[in-house]
């Protein structure tokens, strides 16, 4: 069976095993929910006058520390728990048909969540004149920004069996990512060692997605920092043959 | 790449694993080497720990081996992975299911994970279905299905596409004696087709459905071959369950005294104040009665002294002694 042939049968598998209870549901609705009150209720968006989105655009990697761990621990935490790994890993599908397959059901259950997000868009647009450009653009680089969180949020799955750790290590580390920012512009930190840390500032590459700017920077950054997270959940799990 | 010119299914030579845990070294296997032919039920016999589950692990591609080579069908399970787990079956021990899924979607699910599809993959589940008898409860989501129907349909999962080897861990543990025997029934069945390797420590097992035996102590093959050989009665080897109304230590010690080496203690055989018993293994020189006489000349007087089992627990529990 063909790589992509066996990565779309996990990713299925996942997306559907996702809605099959209610914390599947609970994703879904605690994007939408939580945005809109931050982009209504909390955020300066009747202060200001415009019909934009860039503040619901500039909270979603804030919301996606919360968010991407919860989608992603269960999907190798549970697996290696339950030992339907052991089911997985000896089942004729290459180890890279694994990682991404899983990947992709991760992805389509964070597009599900954007996706229900839509009525943001469209109650902006009833109340002024939207440009849709920006709005395309900004859930481009949100599938994107989602895309690199998701890959992190895997790799520590593969590395543990419980779910809350795997949650709490993603949510952490996504954390520390987005404030990279910060402390690089911080007074102790050496210029170069700034220049470095805001280069790995997970928030600071969607900034320009969020106003509808595509960046190649930026998108690659996203894609490199993606596949290198999923290229380490399939050296954790070909590690853990060997040991 | 495939070997046409072996017959062997399985093919082990010099097979060693090593577990690394907090510095400390655990030797799984050490240069295991073992076949299996074509049509062959072959149980993999030992006490736990014996490294039985590590063997099997390694030949359905889920561990990787330290030394040494595995063949199926021909194929390196090292070099050959896909191809080796394309010609093999497998039930993994504690048998590890998708219990959110229903046994019809997680058919559907290890049916195309196997390249299954269309026409074939409708009569491959039909297939398993009957075989297995899963049919009850087609519908049903497996955490609502018995331990029973669980096990059956681990078993199905690893019938879809009519491999040439299956390999069952601990196939029976945990069942009722019911579906023990009807577990059994089925391997005994699929027997008839296939190579079949399954691991246990459970003798009757063995001797219900084997047709020959590896037995492993500590990571190493102790013996290998035909059950009938092992059931035959061998000079040097007689255990004994031995009863008497004195305490543990005064029996184990005159056991000792008596030349016998105490194996392991056991239930008392019946009601009665101050009973003891043990099994014991008599040297090969000593008859039952001199062993008897020997033991009231150490102070205890047996109340039972009874054979044990048959030669195959014999070697299991020389074995296990051996530890």
Redesign the interface.
């Known amino acids: 069976?063909s790589t992509l042939r066996?990565a779309l049968?996990v990713a299925k598998?996942e997306f559907m095993?996702a809605f099959?209870?209610p914390a599947g549901y609970l994703v879904l609705a605690f994007l939408p929910a939580l945005s809109a009150v931050l982009f209504f209720v909390t955020g300066p968006f009747f202060a200001f006058d415009t019909a934009e989105l860039r503040g619901f655009f500039l909270s979603l990697p804030w919301l996606f520390v919360i968010l991407t761990p919860a989608i992603t621990m269960r999907l190798w935490a549970e697996e290696k728990r339950?030992?339907?790994e052991?089911?997985?890993?000896?089942?004729?599908?290459?180890l890279r048909s694994l990682v991404l397959g899983k990947f992709l059901g991760a992805w389509g259950i964070l597009a599900a969540a954007l996706f229900a997000t839509i009525g943001l868009p469209i109650t902006v647009a009833a109340l002024g004149d939207l440009d849709l450009g920006p709005v395309l653009g900004g859930y481009f680089g949100a599938l994107l920004l989602g895309g690199a969180c998701l890959a992190l949020g895997l790799f520590l799955s593969a590395c543990t069996d419980n779910q809350i750790v795997a949650w709490l290590g993603g949510a952490a580390v996504l954390l520390v990512l987005n404030l990279l920012g910060g402390a690089a512009t911080a007074e102790a930190t050496p210029p170069w060692l700034g220049r470095v840390l805001l280069e790995l500032d997970f928030g600071k590459h969607f900034e320009d997605l969020s106003r509808g700017v595509i960046s190649l920077a930026d998108i690659a950054f996203y894609l490199i920092m993606t596949a290198f997270f999923l290229a380490l959940n399939g050296l954790v799990l070909l590690r853990r043959?060997?040991? | 790449m495939s070997d046409s010119s072996t017959e062997m299914v399985v093919s082990v030579q010099g097979l060693s694993k090593t577990?690394?845990s907090g510095g400390a070294e655990v030797h799984a296997l050490q240069s295991l080497s073992f076949e299996a032919p074509a049509g062959e039920i072959l149980a993999f016999l030992g006490p736990n720990g014996a490294g039985k589950t590590t063997a099997i692990?390694i030949l359905?591609?889920?561990?990787?081996a330290d030394a040494g080579q595995a063949k199926v069908c021909g194929f390196d399970v090292a070099s050959d992975s896909?191809e080796v787990?394309?010609r093999l079956g497998?039930l993994?021990e504690?048998n590890?299911?998708?219990?959110?899924?229903r046994v019809e979607d997680f058919l559907r699910?290890?049916a195309?994970?196997?390249?299954l599809a269309g026409s074939s993959l409708e009569q491959a589940i039909d297939r398993v279905v009957a075989q297995t008898g899963l049919a009850e409860v087609f519908r049903r989501r497996l955490s609502e299905c018995s331990k029973g129907y669980r096990q059956r349909a681990g078993l199905a999962?690893a019938l879809l596409h009519d491999p040439e080897l299956l390999i069952l861990d601990e196939p029976t543990n945990g069942l009722d004696p019911v579906q023990v025997v009807e577990m059994r029934r089925l391997v005994r069945e699929l027997g008839k087709e296939k190579t079949v390797l399954l691991t246990t420590h459970v003798l009757p097992e063995v001797e219900a459905l084997a047709d020959r035996v590896v037995l492993l102590r500590q990571g190493q093959k102790v013996v290998d071959g035909p059950l009938m050989d092992l059931q035959a009665p061998q000079a040097g080897l007689c255990q004994l369950a031995i009863a008497a109304q004195c305490s543990l230590a005064d029996l184990e010690s005159a056991t000792a005294a008596a030349g016998a080496t105490w194996l392991a203690p056991r239930a008392a055989p019946f009601a009665l104040e101050g009973l003891h018993a043990g099994l014991v293994e008599l040297p090969s020189a000593m008859a039952i009665p001199e062993f008897a006489q020997s033991l009231q000349a150490a102070g205890v007087l047996p109340l039972q002294l009874a054979p044990q089992g048959g030669p195959l627990e014999s070697w299991f529990l020389q074995a296990e002694a051996q530890r």
């Open positions: 069976m066996s049968l598998r095993a099959d209870a339950a030992g339907t052991e089911l997985l890993l000896t089942w004729p599908m290459r043959s060997w040991s | 577990y690394r692990r359905a591609g889920f561990l990787a896909l787990r394309a497998y993994p504690h590890p299911l998708y219990l959110d899924m699910f290890a195309k994970a196997r390249g999962q």
